[in-house]
């Protein structure tokens, strides 16, 4: 099963910030948190993953709480290309494991 | 660019037929994956390798086995197609190892079993 919630969807205008939340209440110490994003009809993509400090790349900025309880992807400035699936997933990192898909949440972009 | 491909984006078979999907990376990467996806039951890993000759067994692995003969290429096979394994299949890819960790999908088969 998941370890992580998600709410089902989302919207968000164009330009604007997409601000997308995750619980995952019961991660681990050696957990990471990662996100994944699947636009309609393509494979799945990788986006950001982190510990517990926040991280940021060219995609994206995540925002992990000092609890770890909770975390937030943030697409600064979101285009009608980002309206996709986004998955959060917890996982130890930098091994074999599978990555276990929960439902995701839909971020619907609109002009 | 990083690539993972995938034989065929669509695909129709018949109940009985034997079915290869094939995947090939460009990566070097160690480990490949194959997945299933369905509506309302998300990603669900059907056989994994991390070595070439080796394989191992996911979550739903009845109906399927799995061929890696080269470090680029994992192959799924269906013995014998059913309706119930229509689905969209994914293959995966990667190389463990700080700092990005990521799977590397393709794009997908739509298989379809009449």
């Known amino acids: 099963d998941a370890k992580t919630t998600q709410p089902t969807s989302m919207d968000c205008a164009e330009g604007r910030a997409a601000n997308l939340p995750c619980n995952h209440s019961t991660i681990s110490g050696n957990e990471y948190v990662y996100w994944y994003r699947q636009i309609h009809s393509q494979g799945p993509q990788y986006i950001i993953h982190?510990?517990?400090n926040n991280e940021t790349n060219e995609m994206a900025s995540l925002i992990i709480t000092e609890d770890r309880k909770s975390s937030t992807l943030i697409l600064p400035h979101a285009t009608l290309r980002d309206t996709a699936v986004y998955y959060c997933i917890v996982r130890v990192a930098y091994n074999t494991d599978k990555l276990i898909f929960g439902t995701g949440t839909r971020l619907q972009v609109f002009p | 660019d990083v690539k993972v491909t995938q034989s065929s984006r669509y695909l129709v078979k018949r109940t009985g037929e034997k079915v290869f999907l094939e995947c090939v990376q460009d990566m070097d990467h160690e480990n490949m994956f194959w997945y299933r996806q369905d509506p309302g039951l998300g990603l669900r890993l059907i056989y994994f390798s991390y070595d070439v000759k080796m394989k191992e067994k996911g979550d739903i692995p009845e109906g399927y086995s799995v061929s890696r003969e080269k470090k680029e290429r994992f192959s799924l096979i269906l013995e014998s197609a059913s309706t119930n394994q229509t689905s969209m299949y994914l293959c995966a890819s990667s190389s463990p190892g700080p700092p990005r960790d990521e799977q590397y999908f393709g794009p997908g088969t739509r298989l379809t079993v009449t």
């Open positions: 982190g510990l517990k």
